[in-house]
T-cell receptor, first 114, second 117 residues
Framework: NAGVTQTPKFQVLKTGQSMTLQCAQDMNHEYMSWYRQDPGMGLRLIHY???????DQGEVPNGYNVSRSTTEDFPLRLLSAAPSQTSVYFC?????????????FGPGTRLLVL | AQKVTQAQTEISVVEKEDVTLDCVYE???????LFWYKQPPSGELVFLIR??????QNEISGRYSWNFQKSTSSFNFTITASQVVDSAVYFCALSEAAQGGSEKLVFGKGTKLTVNP
């Protein structure tokens, strides 16, 4: 198993550009989440999904869109990037279904918005 | 609302010292889960432990041990005989047992541990 994979590893954007951060998992996990990590702030939940076709907002959803068309993939879209979105983004997945197993994190995507 | 506080921003110790990382949490739920993650300089997040709110037994795994006390809402992490490889940022996190079994983590801001040779 590859686990949770994220692409790209690093990206530079200009203000106003759009892009999609990719996240995929091959563990047949129901639950997937996106977090952002900023210096001194820990990780904060952006959006999460409890299954294909179902998504919901986390603590800091503004400026981000998500969709979940398959169990494996959970892309995060920035429609118009802003410097405040400069961060490291982590995707995570877990089995869910009441088991509350630990979350498995991807390696992260470092995003710089100029 | 859930909250996790890691009051120690940075800790520096000399190798072989014992070190305790503090974690205090707030939640209204009676059922919840507590976690510790390690983030080494390479940046990935490494799962260390998960405890549920009904199990207050302390846990030991090699040089790592965890002290869970509901009375003080704390879940502290101790590294015995620290090593340079323990240098990392350590995060404490909390998850409430929401309906549907979803697991949304609330993280503390992390404690950066530096172990000097």
């Amino acid at each position: 198993n590859a686990g949770v994979t994220q692409t790209p590893k690093f990206q530079v954007l200009k203000t106003g550009q759009s892009m999609t951060l990719q996240c995929a998992q091959d563990m047949n996990h129901e639950y997937m989440s996106w977090y952002r990590q900023d210096p001194g702030m820990g990780l904060r939940l952006i959006h999460y999904s409890v299954g294909a076709g179902i998504t919901d907002q986390g603590e800091v959803p503004n400026g981000y869109n998500v969709s979940r068309s398959t169990t494996e993939d959970f892309p995060l879209r920035l429609l118009s990037a802003a410097p405040s979105q400069t961060s490291v983004y982590f995707c995570a997945s877990n089995y869910g279904g009441g088991t509350l197993e630990t979350q498995y994190f991807g390696p992260g995507t470092r995003l710089l918005v100029l | 609302a859930q909250k996790v506080t890691q009051a120690q921003t940075e800790i520096s110790v000399v190798e072989k010292e014992d070190v305790t990382l503090d974690c205090v949490y707030e939640t209204r739920d009676t059922t919840y889960y507590l976690f510790w993650y390690k983030q080494p300089p390479s940046g990935e997040l490494v799962f260390l432990i998960r405890r549920n709110s009904f199990d207050e037994q302390n846990e030991i795994s090699g040089r790592y041990s965890w002290n869970f006390q509901k009375s003080t809402s704390s879940f502290n992490f101790t590294i015995t005989a620290s090593q340079v490889v323990d240098s990392a940022v350590y995060f404490c996190a909390l998850s409430e047992a929401a309906q549907g079994g979803s697991e949304k983590l609330v993280f503390g801001k992390g404690t950066k541990l530096t172990v000097n040779p």
